[in-house]
């Protein structure tokens, strides 16, 4: 998967999952997507104010390190969104598949029709899952789990 798709992934796989303080205890991705949307958001004008600064207080003669600089910060929440691409193409582990088999009877329950997991899942079928059983199942299931 080239660089920039698994970016794009990594985007599509933040928006699709549930942030909920259920799950943020199990999964990294709630701590992961928080930063990144911060990261996203401030980090460069972070990138622009100390690039700028630097220049006038220390002249043009420090514009490859300045730039250098600005570079890298602006590169931490790419980080985010790559790992995020990496994470939402990974195979479910036995138990979490198990766990989200559970999740999926209880919203066939409710009368949702949901599509069957396979052995191959991964994550952002996990995210999906997960986004539509918090709109449909109750705060007592999530309770209990």
Same mark, same amino acid.
């Given at each position: ?46 990138? *622009? ?7 006038? &207080?220390?002249?043009? @003669?420090?514009?490859?390190?300045? /730039?250098?600089? $600005? ?46 997991? *396979? ?7 996990? &995210?999906?899952?997960? @986004?539509?059983?918090?709109?449909? /199942?109750?705060? $007592? ?5």
């Amino acid at each position: 998967m080239q660089l920039i798709e698994r970016l794009h992934e990594g985007h599509r796989y933040m928006k699709a999952w549930p942030l909920h303080p259920v799950l943020a205890g199990r999964f990294p991705e709630e701590r992961v997507i928080r930063a990144t949307r911060f990261g996203l958001r401030w980090l460069p004008v972070v990138a *622009m104010l100390g690039l700028a600064f630097q220049i006038s &207080a220390m002249g043009s @003669e420090i514009l490859p390190v300045a /730039l250098a600089q $600005a570079m890298l910060i602006i590169s931490i929440p790419l980080q985010g969104l790559y790992w995020l691409g990496w994470r939402s193409v990974q195979p479910l582990p036995l138990p979490v598949l198990n766990w989200c088999k559970e999740v999926r009877a209880r919203l066939v329950e409710a009368g949702c029709e949901v599509a069957p997991l *396979m052995p191959q899942s991964q994550y952002r079928h996990m &995210a999906c899952l997960l @986004e539509r059983a918090f709109r449909r /199942l109750d705060d $007592a299931f999530w309770c209990d789990h």
